[in-house]
């Protein structure tokens, strides 16, 4: 959209629509919206809301918080309250509300640390368990994972700012090249507080424009570093490559002293991690490498340079000046971390733990990649600067090696479930011709490709052709695709989570057999995600609250997250041995049976009752604990209905299914060889013929398939039998062609 106005307007309308469907008010559906996008832009992670209203404590003070969530990788806190207001005209949010808000969480924070929260609140209330944790958190110390270093505060509003504000030059405006243009960044800066108990504090303000503005870029607030204004240094040294003009990036050697990259961290956290491989790192970096690290920042800070392989990291620009013979980097414009992310957050940690607050003598060895080109896209549709980022962590030597695989957007995987999104319909059952479900490997690709659009009737048939409800992404698709494997605990632990351990073992079955990928495949998992929407949509859609009084068992805020994904294992679980669910029914009806629906309704209510008796543990904690999953699974009784069983299919009949979508795919793949070969001409045949002849990269046999590909080519056209088929042999003879091209580009040797 547009045009502000109009995007306030909608997002309003929008609000008060779901608040009508849900039974909900629109100050709860704004939090759950505005938290929402902050999960996808990765500001957050795993937030929970918290909602009891203002309450006096100790002093007459006033305390609330609507919501928190922790920070695992940079060990941050995040409180979150919101400031709504139903209207379209709304009042200024001004300064003094804002400081206003930040006492109530402030308040909240103190009540919890002097332990005097539990005088407000009955020993069965929620809030007592988020406070007991978050106490455990803030006095944890060591090498405790879960302790607290840093805190931050949120307000979300969807006010104006007013001219106090303003005045206080609290907007700023951010420059990010993009094809050697400018592009105009509205953003809202931190506003640092002073320290609680010695770890540092800072507001977030997140009003309704800077939401839009967000939305509208497609991409994330660039993180800006100004070494003179910001950190009161001439910059970072540097060497400048000479690697050659229209490459599309430049290269800079330089060295970074340890105290000034651990205060571009203490100062924006996790930020400055690629958003990827911030998945990764979390707090599941190897205990060996971190120990080793903080050994060497305390006890031999002089030989940090030497034992440590440096960073790795990208920038869109950067601005350098030259000092006394000395290039020096004086500004850094969105700076990503690609390697090095614990090697950055052990300084930072040493820092705020004390234990070598100066970082004396520290200096850290960094390149940088400076991407210009943020949008070329090659035939795969994958970004130049997301290939460049994949292969600086795939061969970057670091402590902890960032695989291929972990950047997971680009993996061979998630760009074939992509393509087959695009070539699968469903049956038109919702809608009145055959749809897709639109799989969105990377964030909001679904929009991007509706904004290339030339016109608004363009883009309403994209979106009759994908409808938005018809919408995945890959970290739903971990979320679905692990609960179908029966752990409901790993999902219970957020999707960043989710998706380290999805992708790792997808990535490797797809490597192994990607036979198994196919159509068949494709649309189980479209059933996965059925399923798991009609459990989370049956939740939603008869859930009591105090706008639309049900008299439902669920409770609106309850724990919907954790229930779904409990449920639906617990009923797998429980079919009998060889059975399985009835996929073919299931993608035909595009949704479940009613006798399905039937047993989905027993076992949300068995779920529910069974994880909210946790034992005085946090529920969405003890959801996540194996251990949980293992006595719901084994302890609680539960025997599905004959109806439900009788609709199941025997696992022989499912894998005939499988074999035969192999063999399928297995066609497929070696037809599109053959005219792949054709298509790519002699020319090119007889070019990497010569090229790998030059470097001896190939035997007697590789050599002769390659010189048939250049025949093949050169007559240019198919072989078929009489019957129209292509012989088997020659598409043997084109699969094994493209395995040897496989194998030169993995040695550097392509045209």
Not at 201 to 226: G, Q, T
Not at 291 to 299: A, F, K, Q, V
Not at 422 to 430: D, E, G, N, T, Y
Request: hydrophobic share 35%; proline share 3%; aromatic share 12%.
């Amino acid at each position: 959209m547009d045009n502000y106005q109009d995007y306030k307007k909608e997002f309003l309308d929008t609000l008060r629509t779901d608040s009508a469907v849900n039974g909900s008010d629109t100050q709860d559906e704004f939090l759950s919206c505005t938290l929402g996008m902050l999960e996808d832009y990765d500001e957050i992670q795993n937030s929970q809301k918290l909602g009891f209203g203002d309450k006096r404590c100790s002093g007459q003070r006033i305390m609330r918080i609507d919501g928190y969530s922790f920070d695992e990788t940079d060990h941050s806190l995040e409180l979150f309250i919101s400031d709504f207001q139903d209207a379209y005209d709304t009042e200024n949010l001004t300064a003094g509300r804002v400081d206003e808000l930040y006492w109530r969480m402030y308040y909240f924070l103190d009540e919890v640390c002097n332990g005097k929260i539990e005088n407000y609140f009955d020993d069965s209330d929620d809030v007592l368990k988020v406070a007991r944790l978050i106490r455990y958190r803030m006095n944890a110390i060591g090498d405790d994972p879960q302790q607290i270093l840093k805190i931050r505060m949120f307000i979300l509003t969807n006010k104006e700012l007013s001219t106090d504000l303003l005045n206080r030059n609290l907007l700023e405006t951010k420059i990010r090249k993009n094809k050697g243009s400018s592009k105009t960044v509205k953003s809202t800066k931190k506003i640092k507080k002073s320290d609680f108990n010695g770890k540092p504090l800072e507001i977030n303000l997140w009003n309704l424009e800077r939401f839009y503005e967000k939305e509208k870029s497609f991409s994330s607030d660039p993180i800006v570093i100004d070494f003179r204004k910001d950190f009161d240094c001439d910059g970072i040294p540097c060497i400048k490559g000479n690697i050659g003009d229209n490459l599309g990036y430049e290269a800079y050697i330089a060295i970074i002293p340890g105290k000034l990259l651990s205060e571009i961290y203490i100062e924006h956290g996790s930020k400055v991690l690629e958003g990827n491989v911030r998945a990764f790192l979390g707090t599941s970096g190897s205990k060996s490498v971190n120990s080793g690290i903080r050994r060497t920042i305390n006890n031999e800070p002089d030989k940090f340079f030497t034992y440590n392989n440096g960073i790795a990291t990208t920038a869109a620009d950067v601005e350098t000046e030259e000092k006394d013979g000395q290039l020096f980097i004086t500004k850094i414009v969105d700076l990503q971390i690609i390697n090095g992310g614990q090697t950055t957050a052990s300084l930072a940690e040493a820092v705020l733990k004390k234990t070598n607050a100066e970082l004396t003598g520290i200096f850290v060895p960094m390149k940088l990649t400076v991407i210009d080109d943020r949008e070329t896209e090659n035939e795969d549709g994958v970004r130049f600067y997301d290939q460049m980022v994949q292969n600086i962590a795939k061969y970057a030597n670091s402590q902890n090696k960032v695989t291929a695989a972990d950047l997971f957007s680009n993996d061979p995987f998630h760009i074939w479930m992509e393509k087959m999104s695009k070539k699968i319909f469903a049956p038109s059952v919702h809608y009145s011709v055959p749809t897709g479900w639109y799989y969105e490997r990377s964030r909001k690709r679904y929009e991007q490709e509706q904004f290339k659009l030339k016109s608004e009737i363009d883009r309403k048939r994209f979106r009759a052709k994908f409808p938005k409800d018809q919408l995945i992404t890959k970290e739903q698709l971990g979320m679905y695709l692990t609960t179908m494997k029966e752990q409901p605990n790993i999902v219970a632990k957020g999707k960043n989570f989710v998706i380290k351990e999805f992708n790792t073992i997808v990535s490797q079955d797809y490597k192994a057999n990607k036979g198994c990928f196919n159509e068949f495949y494709f649309r189980k998992c479209i059933c996965a995600a059925i399923i798991y929407r009609t459990v989370d949509n049956y939740l939603e859609s008869h859930k009591d609250s105090a706008k639309r009084q049900t008299g439902f068992w669920y409770k609106a805020g309850g724990y919907k997250l954790d229930i779904v994904p409990y449920t639906i294992a617990k009923i797998i679980h429980s079919m009998p041995a060889g059975y399985s669910l009835d996929w073919e029914g299931i993608w035909n009806r595009q949704a479940v049976s009613p006798a399905f629906m039937r047993e989905i309704e027993i076992v949300t209510k068995m779920t529910n009752d069974f994880i909210c008796d946790s034992h005085g543990v946090i529920v969405t904690e003890y959801c996540k604990k194996a251990e949980t999953w293992a006595d719901f699974r084994d302890n609680v009784s539960y025997k599905p209905s004959v109806n439900f069983i009788d609709e199941l299919m025997p696992e022989s009949i499912v894998h005939e299914q499988e074999v035969s979508s192999q063999k399928d795919q297995k066609d497929t793949d070696e037809l599109n060889y053959v005219m792949e070969i054709v298509r790519l001409g002699s020319d090119y045949w007889r070019k990497l013929l010569d090229e790998a002849n030059k470097h001896s990269a190939l035997g007697y046999v590789e050599q002769n398939y390659l010189k048939q590909a250049v025949d093949f080519a050169l007559k240019g056209n198919i072989p078929c039998s009489s019957s129209g088929k292509v012989p088997a042999r020659t598409m043997a003879m084109a699969r094994s062609i493209f395995e040897i091209k496989d194998k030169l580009e993995s040695l550097g040797i392509k045209i």
